[in-house]
C-alpha cells in the first residue's frame, strides 16, 4: 500500500508540497465542494505567478504585494473586490503555512476597495414578477417559475441551496424550512412565512410527489439543476418586461427589504447563512440612501411629544 507524503518531515517544503497539506486539512474538515473550488482557483492563479516549485519559506509581503501587481498586470478590467477575493483565499492558504512552520510570519493586508452598489429588484418590477398565473390555463412552467420568484424573495436563499431542496425539506407543522446544501456545508433551518407557506402548500399539491422528491423540478419531475433554473428565471423575467435576470438579485432584494422594514440585522445574518456579521452590515452600508424612506417615521427624535409640541424647535429663554 502506497504511503502518503508527509510534510511534517519536510524541512522545507515547496509551494506545491504546502498547498497539498493545506487542501488535505481543509478537505478532512468537510468544506464545501464550492469552498474547495475557490480555493484551488486562488492557487492555481498564484503558482502561475510565481512557480508550484517555489519554496514556502522565501514566501514574504512582497511577494503579495508583486501578486497584485501581476493579476492587474494579467487583467487590465480586474475590479479590487475581485482582487480582494484571491487574497482572501491566498491568505488562508498562507496563515496555514505560517502555522505550521513553513513561512515566515507576515500580514497578508486586503487592497482598499469600494463595494459596488448591489442592484436590487425595484418594487415596479417586484409587482409585475408576483402577480399570479391562471393556474388553469398557464403551463406548469410558468407557474413554477412564480413560485420560484416568491420563494427566492421570501427567504434570501442562494441557488444552490433552492435547486437542492426536498418536499420534505418544507415543515409545515413547525412553520420552518431546512436548509442543507449552503455555503458553509452547516444546515439550518429558516422561520416559513405565512404567505410562502401557503404558496407552497398550494404548489406541491399541484406538484406532486413524494417527500424525496426535489421541491423545485422540471417538466419530468427531476431535480432542476442551477443552468436550468437561471434560464427559467431569465425567460420569466422577461416575459413579464423585467430587463434585469439575475437569480441572485432576489437574495439583494430580500436582504435590503429587511433592512427598510427594521428588520434585525443579527436575525437577517442567521437567516442568509453568513458566517460573520460583517457581510451583513454591508447591505446596511449599501442601501444608505434608501434608508432615509420614513426616516422620521422611525427616528425616536421626531416622535418624542415635546419635539411635537414645539414644532421641531426648542425656545431658548432671551
Not at 478537505?27 to 510565481?50: G, K, M, V, W
Not at 442567521?270 to 442601501?287: A, P, T
Request: charged content about 25%; hydrophobic content about 35%.
Amino acid at each position: 500500500m502506497k504511503k502518503m507524503m508527509s510534510l511534517h518531515t519536510t524541512a522545507n517544503p515547496t509551494l506545491k508540497e504546502g498547498y497539498l497539506r493545506f487542501i488535505q486539512r481543509k478537505r478532512a474538515a468537510n468544506l464545501s465542494p464550492d469552498t474547495l473550488q475557490f480555493y484551488e482557483d486562488t492557487y492555481s492563479i498564484f503558482i502561475h505567478y510565481i512557480g508550484e516549485n517555489t519554496k514556502c519559506n522565501s514566501l514574504c509581503e512582497d511577494t503579495v504585494l508583486d501578486f497584485i501587481t501581476y493579476m492587474r498586470e494579467r487583467n487590465k478590467a480586474i475590479r479590487d473586490t475581485s482582487i480582494n477575493t484571491y487574497l482572501r483565499g491566498l491568505r488562508s492558504i498562507l496563515y496555514f503555512f505560517m502555522s505550521e512552520g513553513y513561512t515566515p510570519e507576515f500580514k497578508v493586508k486586503m487592497i482598499t476597495a469600494e463595494k459596488p452598489i448591489k442592484e436590487t429588484y425595484t418594487n415596479a418590477e417586484l409587482e409585475r414578477l408576483l402577480k399570479k398565473p391562471n393556474i388553469k390555463t398557464c403551463s406548469f412552467s410558468e407557474y413554477r417559475n412564480w413560485v420560484l420568484v416568491c420563494y427566492l424573495l421570501g427567504t434570501g436563499n442562494r441557488a444552490k441551496t433552492l435547486c437542492n431542496l426536498t418536499i420534505s425539506d418544507i415543515d409545515f407543522t413547525s412553520h420552518e424550512i431546512k436548509l442543507r446544501a449552503v455555503k458553509n456545508n452547516k444546515p439550518y433551518i429558516i422561520p416559513l412565512s405565512r404567505t410562502l407557506e401557503k404558496t407552497l402548500a398550494e404548489y406541491i399539491e399541484f406538484r406532486k410527489g413524494g417527500n424525496n422528491d426535489y421541491l423545485f423540478c422540471n417538466s419530468y419531475g427531476q431535480q432542476m439543476c442551477y443552468d436550468a433554473l437561471k434560464t427559467a428565471i431569465h425567460r420569466y423575467n422577461k416575459a413579464r418586461g423585467v430587463t434585469k435576470t439575475s437569480v441572485h438579485l432576489f437574495r439583494h432584494t430580500f436582504a435590503k427589504n429587511w433592512i427598510l422594514n427594521n428588520g434585525d440585522i443579527f436575525r437577517l445574518q442567521k437567516i442568509l447563512g453568513h458566517q460573520s456579521i460583517e457581510i451583513v452590515k454591508e447591505y446596511v452600508n449599501m442601501f444608505g440612501s434608501d434608508l432615509q424612506q420614513n426616516f422620521e417615521v422611525f427616528n425616536p427624535l421626531d416622535n418624542m411629544e415635546i419635539m411635537k409640541r414645539n414644532n421641531g424647535t426648542i425656545r431658548m429663554k432671551g
